[in-house]
T-cell receptor
């Protein structure tokens, strides 16, 4: 079982460049999430989606965009990379939205903006 | 107020001993879930254990147990018989209803080091 797959694993961007972080899941989960983890910190929610065609902002959405055209894929777009976006990005999914449903995480993308 | 508080930035434990990682939470939602995740140095997030707010008994998963004290709003993780492979960051998280959806909020984590 692949679960949640993120690509790339590592990326270095220059200030002002753009890129898309890819996320796909094969568990047929409706709910998908993007988090960022800064050094020594927990994870903070950037965007989430409750199904194809529906997305919403999380705690730290500025500087990012998402789309959800299929159940499987939930890409995260950085339009104008800034040093403050240097972080580790995690994509996650869950089968239901509720208090008892754990999130299943991908292995993360380590992004450095210089 | 912070939703999840982990007051121990780092902990050391001797191999084969038990260790407790502290977590307190804050929510006004009567229905919520508490989770612990492990993040080894390789970086992935591994789900360990879950406790529901209405569960009467403490959750257990192998060597992991969750000491749930609802009145004190604490959800401490207990690892019995520590192993070297338990060295990692541990995150407490809560899923409750806020602003129209159930979101998972994380604490800042505790770095556990197991000493041979």
């Amino acid at each position: 079982n692949a679960g949640v797959t993120q690509t790339p694993k590592f990326r270095i961007l220059k200030i002002g460049q753009s890129m898309t972080l890819q996320c796909t899941q094969d568990m047929n989960h409706n709910y998908m999430y993007w988090y960022r983890q800064d050094p020594g910190m927990g994870l903070k929610l950037i965007y989430y989606s409750v199904g194809a065609g529906i997305t919403d902002k999380g705690e730290v959405p500025n500087g990012y965009n998402v789309s959800r055209s299929t159940t499987e894929d939930f890409p995260l777009r950085l339009e104008l990379a800034a040093p403050s976006q240097t972080s580790v990005y995690f994509c996650a999914s869950s089968i239901i939205e509720g208090p008892n449903s754990p999130l299943h995480f991908g292995n993360g993308t380590r992004l450095t903006v210089t | 107020a912070q939703k999840i508080t982990q007051t121990q930035p780092g902990m050391f434990v001797q191999e084969k001993e038990a260790v407790t990682l502290d977590c307190t939470y804050d929510t006004s939602d009567p229905s919520y879930g508490l989770f612990w995740y492990k993040q080894p140095s390789s970086g992935e997030m591994i789900f360990l254990i879950y406790q529901g707010s209405y569960d009467q008994q403490n959750a257990t998963e192998g060597r992991y147990s969750l000491n749930f004290q609802k009145a004190r709003k604490s959800a401490n993780l207990v690892i019995s018989a520590s192993q070297l492979g338990d060295s990692a960051m541990y995150f407490c998280a809560m899923r409750d209803y806020e602003a129209g959806s159930y979101q998972l909020t994380f604490g800042k984590g505790t770095k556990l080091s197991v000493i041979p």
